[in-house]
């Protein structure tokens, strides 16, 4: 089981940009894929970003694809999200989860969820 912590949300401008961080607790955390969802207010939770266990594969969701970016750090147990050129549509509270069995690529496949950090982008 992994235990997953998001921080570096935040309000910033319009075209500004924001990195999120997701600590993981876990010795196995090498072996989950991870990936990042977004709730708005009234809407359902959505599938943006996901990264296989290495690294080597990513998927984007056409919202994001070209401003977003997902990387991750296997030693620091830490994903992140680079957002850039953000839009007041991408305001959200974004979750960091992680993804057992070797899954990454599907929202189904996630299982761990972390507490959410709240992004807000004032137009």
């Known amino acids: 089981q992994v235990q997953l912590v998001e921080s570096g949300g935040g309000l910033v401008q319009a075209g500004g940009s924001l990195r999120l961080c997701c600590a993981a607790?876990?010795?196995?955390?090498?072996?989950?894929?991870l990936g990042w969802f977004r709730q708005a207010p009234g809407k359902e939770r959505d599938f943006i970003i996901g990264i296989n266990w290495s690294g080597g594969s990513t998927y984007y969701a056409d919202s994001v694809k070209g401003r977003f970016t997902i990387s991750r750090d296997n030693a620091k147990n830490t994903v992140y999200l680079q957002m850039n050129s953000l839009k007041p549509e991408d305001t959200a509270v974004y979750y960091c989860?992680?993804?057992?069995?070797?899954?990454?690529?599907?929202?189904?496949?996630?299982?761990?969820w972390g507490q959410g950090t709240q992004v807000t982008v004032s137009s």
């Open positions: 607790s876990g010795r196995t955390f090498s072996s989950y894929g």
């Open positions: 989860a992680a993804a057992p069995f070797g899954g990454w690529s599907r929202k189904y496949e996630y299982k761990y």
